[in-house]
Nanobody, 115 residues
Framework: QVQLVESGGGLVQPGGSLRLSCVVS????????WAWYRQAPGKQRELVAA???????NYADSVKGRFTISRDNAKKTMYLQMNSLKPEDTAVYYC?????????WGQGTQVTVSS
């Protein structure tokens, strides 16, 4: 029933920008905190950025100052604006509820930063 559809990834050169989108279906949205996660091959999935129902944001130290998380409650959509991309940002990016155990993940969207 719950659907998490990530989009906007692609291949970009170092220093470039991408804007990721996450459309949520089959779930309440506005009352929850939401987050972006990423997973590179051979590595654990990690939290990248989160935004609470009240609009408070948190970022991993590795992306502070470069990424911006936002949300549109009317569209049940969240976004991740990614600037000044680095090769170490290469990963599959996923959206999901923040600060809870997860039992479902979407397909994710691949972000590759390479020259």
């Amino acid at each position: 029933q719950v659907q998490l559809v990530e989009s906007g990834g692609g291949l970009v050169q170092p220093g470039g920008s991408l804007r990721l989108s996450c459309v949520v279906s089959g779930s309440l949205f506005s009352i929850y905190a939401w987050a972006w996660y990423r997973q590179a091959p051979g590595k654990q999935r990690e939290l990248v950025a989160a935004i609470t129902s009240g609009g408070t944001t948190n970022y991993a130290d590795s992306v502070k100052g470069r990424f911006t998380i936002s949300r549109d409650n009317a569209k049940k959509t969240m976004y991740l604006q990614m600037n000044s991309l680095k090769p170490e940002d290469t990963a599959v990016y996923y959206c999901n509820r923040a600060n809870i155990a997860h039992n479902y993940w979407g397909q994710g969207t691949q972000v590759t930063v390479s020259s």
